[in-house]
């Protein structure tokens, strides 16, 4: 490409080094990483380039891992153009995010890689049979991704009025709900139960079902929170009207905006989070509300499956894949940890959504010790961490 010099810089990023790639052709001097009319061109580009390092400092590393249509190219540009000339020991380990960007590329990758994944087992499942997979699900898994559990902690966390763990998790939350009911212009009133969404909102979202979530839980009497945006025009016309109708009062509080630290003090105060994806490869919102204590209510899709267990259908499996229990009554092992649905309707929404807040009306002591358990739960890297050593050493073979 016009023989362009490529400039590699080098950081320390949290404990490990890391070597940053710049071209002098523009092709990354973008105000956005995706959605222009080259995204491949300046994506394979990427690809060669970290490669064509690789060969001319002389590293030679066992693994190649690659993620998403957008380095893809890097398995085929590999095996093609670089391990014939001298990097010759990785080989290539490629994991989908999302099936739906990106099918012809990540057709390549899967043909060409020595393993590849998804982001959890029931995503897997679920696009094992996409024509882009043909003849390569021999060679593919589901590990399910992680939270880092550092920055999403409700015991060190600066964006917290007090910092709380499981054990005084009432008391921690009980604090964080008024500190947002003052930000955000909610009455405390009642102390009523605190029901939140954070999230894009797009249709993968499930956003007929977010916003019929907000007249319910209204109606069920709580509180509503929404932290998030909608790249569509359309569709954040919609909310806004939604915020119009309903955010008036001092029940319901709509915020169309990307907010980290807001988004800590919501998990801290919210009883309830809710995820009703129509499609979710893996899901951090999940896991991230269960470190702060907030029960989810969920679609049962992808790795909402794989990390939420229903209370009242779900008990040996959470046992099992939680704690390894193949009997869970015998073990004395109850790690159910929320609430779940099937179908992609209001009527399935409310299946689930009913049933939390009964158990928040009808058993408060028991819906606290739910908040605690599922606080206890590890949802961080330390079990995927070990999938994926495995998966480096049979890639390596």
């Known amino acids: 490409w016009g023989g362009t010099r490529i400039f590699v810089s080098t950081a320390i990023v949290e404990g490990l080094r890391c070597f940053f790639i710049e071209p002098r052709n523009g092709f990354f001097d973008t105000p956005t990483v995706y959605g222009r009319y080259d995204d491949e061109v300046r994506f394979d580009f990427f690809c060669k380039a970290a490669l064509e390092f690789l060969l001319k400092t002389g590293r030679q590393p066992d693994i190649l891992h690659c993620h998403d249509w957008s380095t893809a190219h890097v398995a085929k540009a590999f095996w093609e153009d670089y391990q014939p000339y001298g990097l010759a020991k990785p080989n290539v380990v490629f994991t989908i995010h999302n099936m739906n960007y990106g099918q012809k590329k990540i057709a390549e990758a899967a043909y060409y890689c020595q393993k590849f994944t998804t982001v959890s087992p029931t995503y897997a499942f679920e696009v094992g049979g996409h024509p882009a997979l043909n003849g390569q699900t021999h060679k593919f898994m589901g590990i399910r991704n992680g939270i880092d559990a550092d920055i999403w902690s409700p015991v060190e966390n600066k964006y917290l009025p007090m910092p709380y763990d499981a054990d005084d998790a009432e008391e921690g939350k009980r604090r964080a709900r008024e500190e947002l009911r003052k930000r955000v212009n909610m009455s405390g009133w009642q102390d009523k139960a605190i029901v939140a ?201």
Request: a negative charge; hydrophobic letters at 40%; aromatic letters at 12%.
């Open 197 to 397: 969404v954070v999230s894009r909102l797009t249709p993968q979202k499930g956003v007929h079902l977010i916003k019929h979530a907000a007249y319910k839980a209204l109606d069920r009497g709580c509180q509503f929170v929404i932290l998030g945006s909608a790249p569509d025009p359309k569709v954040q016309a919609e909310f806004d009207a939604l915020a119009n109708e309903l955010g008036h009062g001092q029940d319901a509080s709509f915020v169309f905006a990307y907010d980290e630290p807001l988004s800590h003090l919501i998990y801290a105060a919210a009883d309830v989070i809710l995820v009703p994806s129509m499609f979710e490869p893996c899901g951090l919102t999940q896991m991230i509300a269960m470190r702060y204590g907030a029960v989810p209510v969920v679609r049962h899709t992808g790795g909402l499956r794989d990390t939420v267990f229903d209370v009242d259908n779900d008990k040996q499996r959470a046992a099992w894949e939680v704690a390894g229990s193949s009997d869970w009554i015998r073990d004395k092992t109850d790690e159910s940890n929320g609430f779940a649905f099937e179908g992609m309707d209001e009527g399935g929404f409310d299946y689930a959504f009913n049933r939390c807040i009964d158990a928040y009306y009808n058993d408060r002591g028991w819906f606290r010790s739910l908040q605690q358990r599922v606080m206890r739960q590890d949802w961080s890297w330390n079990r995927p961490a070990l999938d994926y050593v495995e998966l480096y050493y049979s890639a390596s073979r």
